[in-house]
């Protein structure tokens, strides 16, 4: 593991990470809504990755040069697995959420982010509050993958397999969520009604907890190389994020307000870990 290469690399991951922030703020510009955030927030992490893939193998050129090629198979494999997870994790979730913000107009939670904000200009406030926040929470969550991109050595090769396999179980449980919803609202006949189908039926956020799944999975990924145990705050602040924020509170607010049944949803069905529906007495 080399240690110091990842340490020395934080800055520009970082700083790659502010500068996708700023590109999605610019974008905003143009198409006049801050939730466009949301679309960069996935792909953001394909792109600290692919930073950190890129130093650890420039940096490493000189030393792979001087010794047998096989002796880097292992790594080689690890990192085109994690590459892999996480491009089609990060390009569907940002594609599906391009789609759906599509002809729409500004989501109700960044509305309100910037109402409860002190200062004049919305812009500079969404700066600051949505763009650099978002930019600093990619940095801090992708550190097990920036991790990962300068491990060496495998010590635990079979963790690695099973963190990417249950990486895959929580992009299909997360991905399958998203399109059921989607074809859900998608049906004329369903406006103003509660989508209680599906995976929907045993979570009333079954992409949330698909993420947190995803994440594990990541995680284990890193404790399969030396230290990458040490990354566990990272995941906990993931998890964190997709189970008790991500504007779930101001969104069920709302769908109370929007759709028929919602509260006896809420009354019957768990709000993260699936599970079978409770009976109302």
């Not at 801090?140 to 690695?160: D, E, G, K, R, Y």
């Not at 991905?175 to 045993?202: C, E, S, V």
Request: hydrophobic share 50%; glycine share 6%.
């Amino acid at each position: 593991m080399h240690l110091s290469w990842f340490f020395s690399n934080l800055p520009f991951a970082f700083l790659t990470a502010l500068a996708w922030a700023l590109l999605a703020f610019a974008t905003s510009l143009v198409v006049k809504r801050h939730a466009i955030i949301d679309v960069f927030w996935g792909s953001g992490f394909l792109v600290v990755l692919l930073e950190s893939l890129f130093v650890s193998h420039l940096w490493s050129a000189p030393e792979m040069g001087s010794m047998h090629l096989s002796n880097h198979a292992v790594d080689h494999w690890l990192h085109l697995g994690l590459l892999i997870a996480v491009a089609l994790w990060s390009l569907r979730l940002s594609i599906y959420l391009a789609l759906r913000q599509r002809g729409t107009a500004e989501d109700t939670r960044y509305v309100a982010i910037l109402a409860n904000t002190k200062g004049s200009n919305d812009n500079v406030k969404a700066l600051k509050i949505i763009y650099f926040t978002q930019g600093t929470l990619l940095f801090l969550v992708s550190i097990p993958l920036q991790f990962v991109a300068f491990a060496n050595h495998v010590t635990l090769p079979v963790l690695s397999v099973v963190g990417l396999a249950l990486a895959f179980i929580g992009f299909g449980f997360e991905a399958i969520g998203d399109d059921q919803l989607r074809r859900f609202i998608a049906n004329p006949a369903n406006h103003g009604t509660t989508m209680n189908r599906g995976l929907w039926k045993y979570t009333r956020h079954p992409n949330y907890f698909g993420e947190a799944v995803l994440w594990t999975g990541y995680y284990l990924v890193a404790c399969s190389v030396p230290w990458g145990w040490a990354t566990i705050g990272s995941t906990l602040l993931m998890i964190y994020l997709v189970a008790n924020l991500s504007g779930k509170p101001m969104l069920e607010r709302k769908l109370k307000k929007t759709r028929a049944g919602y509260e006896e949803y809420m009354a019957t069905t768990s709000s993260f870990f699936p599970r079978p529906p409770k009976r109302l007495k």
